[in-house]
């Protein structure tokens, strides 16, 4: 009965007489999940039909229809049996600090980790006045500002028009940098210039807001609200607050990120603008603008978070039954990897069984002090293909089984020149090695760095490589001089971690000339 009277709904909201855009499939779908919130969204429809809005009508029809996996996610730190661990990033002086303070929590309570506690979707909570207000402000901003007229409507939808930017709380943030930024517009030189107008708003921001560290390890998306009263945040914030800002005056601009550097420790998000020539143009919201901004590190992947569902991403093809890992199980994002670096597809055997219902291989970096997915590939037999892959990286293939990285295949570096070596370890062929140094992370700016770290003297050094696993291939105490482990297999990636550190140190191989290479 009940779906009878959402058919009926339905037919009398979108019934009346010939229209020149129709709602999509997508859009009925959400009306139907919103349940009580149904008539919410269905007022925001009927607002712009009264008033012959269509473009805004359609607007509407953009945000409803991709909004399913959009919501506020709020995070529990828990131990390892599920005890609720109280835990603020503000009760530490500084990063050091506060990672002190996590293991000192890990020494009593074993490992701590955040896991979700609410998802509150967006469909289920969205009023019609907020969602009315959103789309005439940010319509009112793109018709209205000079360097937004270039805009198509598809471009004004994904990179002005939504209401939120990751899970961040839902909030007022356009009326506020509408006021705020109100300036901008009798300051640019060149009223057309998108670029201009976006240096700006960063300068504004780069006054009162800066990076933290110690957000690496805060439980939610900050919200406008918190930004203000804070001034500071991870990157992820940054690239949030830069684009709350812009949007308000229609400056069309978006987050791009890589969920794990492939020579480093950690993740990274930053802001992209389009300017007038449709051209992407990369900055560091509260830090760096338009043209002063370089990323530092491999990437594996880039992908570019989106409003609108990806048809084709990997959250869209995975059986519901089935886990994807971290960052790939969006299905608002998409690879833009190639207009950041040189790609190349690789095809790789898998040596390993394929797990009872798994339907997808995955390509792993090395990243702090673990393998982790980075993207996909379809298998087919023994076989799979990883297309778009950035180049000079250490890679290993990998299947995710009930919710953990196992190995399925040898590990690889796709050279420079997008030559693929692979790393077995040869047992009959030894080799002794000197090692004069191991590596450390080290965060500056937004983000993080490997340097190279010289041994301290007394502490343990564990010599690592990979075949299948971390095999250990001997300890040694640092004194004065290199390290020396005999009779190690050659041809393998190896790993030397001081005892009781993080597990931040670097991977690395050695060619047949004893040099070494970090990865």
């Not at 110690?214 to 009263?229: C, K, S, V, W």
């Not at 509260?286 to 901004?293: D, I, T």
């Amino acid at each position: 009965m009940k779906n009878v009277f959402l058919l009926f709904s339905i037919v009398l909201l979108f019934g009346c007489g010939p229209r020149v855009f129709e709602p999509s499939e997508d859009v009925k779908n959400i009306l139907e999940l919103a349940g009580e919130n149904q008539a919410e969204l269905e007022k925001v429809i009927q607002h712009f039909i009264d008033k012959g809005e269509v473009i805004k009508e359609e607007a509407a029809y953009f945000l409803i229809g991709n909004m399913k996996e959009h919501g506020y996610a709020e995070f529990k730190l828990v131990d390892s049996i599920g005890n609720d661990v109280d835990f603020s990033v503000l009760d530490y002086a500084d990063y050091e600090a506060l990672l002190d303070g996590w293991d000192a929590i890990e020494d009593n309570s074993g490992k701590i980790h955040f896991e979700l506690d609410t998802m509150i979707k967006d469909y289920q909570s969205i009023n019609a006045e907020y969602l009315i207000q959103n789309i005439d402000l940010a319509v009112d901003a793109w018709e209205n500002n000079p360097w937004a007229q270039h805009l198509s409507f598809d471009q004004f939808c994904e990179y002005v028009l939504p209401y939120r930017s990751s899970n961040e709380p839902i909030e007022d943030w356009r009326t506020y940098f509408i006021e705020e930024l109100s300036w901008v517009k009798d300051s640019v030189k060149d009223p057309s210039d998108p670029i201009e107008a976006a240096c700006y708003v960063n300068d504004y921001i780069k006054s009162w807001f800066r990076f933290d560290p110690r957000y690496y390890e805060h439980p939610t998306d900050q919200g406008l609200a918190e930004i203000l009263n804070n001034k500071m945040g991870r990157c992820e914030d940054m690239t949030n607050l830069a684009i709350y800002a812009m949007r308000a005056l229609a400056i069309p601009v978006m987050s791009d990120f890589t969920p794990y550097w492939a020579n480093t420790g950690n993740n990274h998000a930053w802001n992209a603008i389009l300017d007038k020539n449709d051209s992407i143009i990369i900055f560091m919201g509260g830090e760096a603008n338009p043209g002063e901004y370089e990323l530092g590190h491999k990437m594996a992947r880039v992908y570019r978070k989106t409003f609108a569902i990806q048809k084709q991403s990997l959250a869209e093809k995975v059986a519901e039954w089935e886990k994807a890992p971290p960052y790939l199980n969006k299905n608002s994002i998409r690879n833009v990897t190639n207009e950041y670096v040189e790609t190349k597809s690789v095809k790789v055997e898998l040596t390993q069984g394929i797990p009872d219902s798994t339907n997808f291989a995955y390509i792993c970096v090395f990243n702090s002090g673990k393998w982790k997915a980075i993207s996909y590939g379809k298998p087919y037999g023994t076989k799979v293909n990883f297309s778009g892959m950035g180049m000079g990286i250490a890679y290993l293939p990998a299947f995710y089984y009930e919710e953990e990285i196992i190995t399925a295949g040898n590990a690889f570096i796709l050279s420079d020149s997008g030559k693929v070596e692979y790393k077995i370890p040869d047992g009959d062929k030894r080799i002794e090695l000197k090692l004069y140094s191991t590596t450390k992370r080290i965060t500056k700016e937004t983000t993080d760095f490997i340097e190279e770290a010289h041994f301290n003297q007394g502490k343990e050094y564990i010599l690592y490589y990979w075949n299948e696993k971390w095999v250990e291939a001997g300890n040694a105490i640092a004194n004065k001089g290199p390290l020396v482990y005999a009779n190690i297999p050659s041809n393998a990636i190896y790993w030397l971690v001081e005892k009781d550190s993080r597990k931040e140190e670097r991977i690395f191989t050695i060619d047949e000339d004893g040099i070494q290479a970090w990865w």
